[in-house]
């Protein structure tokens, strides 16, 4: 991978926080105990800004960043939440200054390296870097089936190479940090089939799709999604499986 950003969702940015899941409470919670000191916060590649609202509920103050200009202004402003158009790997903050660094379902976009190098430098001894990614969701066998033939067969060829780490759930990735064992964390929503079809829309597979073939992919879908999820009006459970990676810099002399 190169330095170079490779913007799939800015023409999805309000989309996006409309329509992407929530993480669970819990996992903030989880960072914030393990972290030495709960000043300053770093949400890398904010998108909506979700990852950066609760961690303002731990952190004194938080920086987020995205390289898109559209995303940030389609961020939800609040106390405590300093938002920024900043890259990865040239964040713009003070050396030495973060507590904790979060990377919420973006990490695969990343020139790693430079990242691996961008998060040394911003961290404090003992600060925490936190990483995760979640893969096709589950709701039950009709309508996964009707989703995975949308994300293989259908849109297969449109995906960008680097989502082959989102399916290998971040394994292989290495930071020259120390590697903690974090608990396994879960993602639920409930959703009508609207929301579902929102959510679908927010691929980045699925806008280049659309853009190049002039046609939105869900279309001729369309009947098989809403005999597999039977009464639209139905709220149905959504699942995704969470991988959560973490990392604790050393202290000085450790």
Request: hydrophobic share 40%; proline share 4%.
């Amino acid at each position: 991978m190169t330095g170079e950003f490779k913007d799939h969702f800015s023409d999805a940015s309000s989309d996006y926080r409309q329509y992407r899941p929530l993480y669970p409470a819990e996992l903030y919670s989880y960072l914030a105990s393990i972290s030495d000191e709960c000043g300053i916060g770093w949400d890398c590649a904010t998108g909506s800004g979700q990852s950066a609202a609760n961690l303002a509920r731990y952190f004194s103050n938080v920086i987020a960043t995205d390289a898109s200009i559209a995303q940030i202004e389609n961020a939800s402003e609040q106390a405590g939440i300093c938002y920024r158009v900043a890259s990865a790997e040239r964040s713009g903050i003070e050396t030495g200054s973060i507590d904790l660094i979060t990377v919420a379902q973006a990490l695969h976009w990343f020139d790693i390296p430079a990242f691996a190098l961008e998060a040394d430098r911003v961290l404090k001894p003992g600060g925490i870097l936190a990483v995760w990614t979640y893969n096709l969701l589950h709701v039950q066998t009709g309508i996964d089936r009707q989703v995975n033939h949308l994300y293989e067969s259908v849109l297969g060829d449109y995906w960008p190479e680097e989502r082959v780490m989102v399916e290998n759930a971040y394994a292989g990735i290495r930071f020259p940090f120390d590697e903690l064992s974090p608990p396994s964390f879960k993602m639920t929503a409930e959703w009508k089939l609207p929301q579902l079809l929102g959510y679908l829309r927010t691929w980045s597979a699925f806008k280049r799709y659309q853009k190049e073939r002039g046609v939105d992919p869900l279309e001729a879908k369309m009947d098989g999604f809403i005999k597999a999820w039977g009464d639209t009006s139905l709220e149905r459970s959504v699942n995704w499986p969470l991988s959560l990676r973490v990392w604790k810099k050393q202290e000085i002399g450790g």
